[in-house]
């Protein structure tokens, strides 16, 4: 069955430095490919997403390339703000025809931001 | 617009009870899913309606997780004879077709059962 693995956190960065929060999947289909971020408090946003190869998804200077062939789907952003602290969930979406477009979620990683 | 809002927002029972959460999706939007939390772990799949039916209900638990949309837009989850294990947050998302489309999530039911 599909299955997404991520880095496992907290990671903890200074403002301003570079964030690397790796994903990897598993799907028997050709799936779209997302990253969902949960802030304390609030629930689960859409922060970005790809549905097909070598496409790169952008959001809120957050990016992430969908490689097939390494089936990885990596979230970095260049400069990390104290206002980036959350829980991020990579998931992906397998399209089936009677399935819709159910998520599978990785675990989720815990970033914190320091001043 | 509304988003998708869910209600209770807490809800603590004991052991055997029965109860039900309820979901209100976006206005018009056609698919519906349910997903539980546990702590520490990412969303998993429960069902998915495509209007007043349930398209794929694989990833119920067991037969005391049941679901329906009988309008086809408010949803109610209703689990009987609650477990301990059945504690968790309960979400809910909508999107307008079911298809490749973004899913709009609610602020979800914190279930805890003593």
């Known amino acids: 069955g599909d299955s997404v693995t991520q880095m496992e956190g907290p990671v903890t960065l200074s403002e301003e430095a570079f964030l690397t929060i790796n994903c990897t999947y598993t799907?028997?289909?050709?799936?779209?490919l997302f990253w969902y971020v949960q802030y304390p408090g609030e629930g689960l946003q859409l922060l970005l997403k790809a549905t097909k190869a070598d496409d790169k998804g952008s959001n809120k200077g957050f990016e992430a390339t969908y490689r097939k062939e390494t089936t990885s789907f990596h979230l970095e952003k260049g400069s990390v703000q104290v206002s980036d602290s959350a829980v991020y969930f990579c998931?992906?979406?397998?399209?089936?025809?009677?399935?819709?477009?159910?998520?599978?979620f990785g675990t989720g990683t815990r970033l914190a931001v320091r001043p | 617009g509304a988003g998708v809002s869910q209600t209770p927002s807490n809800k603590v029972t004991e052991k055997g009870k029965y109860v039900e959460l309820r979901c209100d999706p976006i206005s018009g939007h056609t698919a519906l899913y349910w997903y539980r939390q546990s702590l520490g772990q990412g969303p998993e799949f429960l069902i998915y309606?495509?209007?007043?039916?349930?398209?794929?209900d694989s990833g119920l638990p067991n037969d005391r997780f049941f679901a329906v949309r009988p309008e086809g837009s408010v949803s109610t989850l209703k689990i009987q004879r609650t477990e301990r294990g059945d504690s968790a947050v309960y979400l809910c998302?909508?999107?307008?077709?079911?298809?490749?489309?973004?899913?709009?999530f609610g602020p979800g039911t914190r279930l805890t059962v003593l």
């Open positions: 309606f495509q209007g007043t039916g349930a398209a794929d």
């Open positions: 998931a992906l979406s397998d399209h089936g025809e009677s399935s819709g477009d159910k998520l599978t």
């Open positions: 998302a909508s999107s307008s077709t079911g298809g490749p489309d973004t899913q709009y």
């Open positions: 799907a028997t289909g050709y799936p779209s």
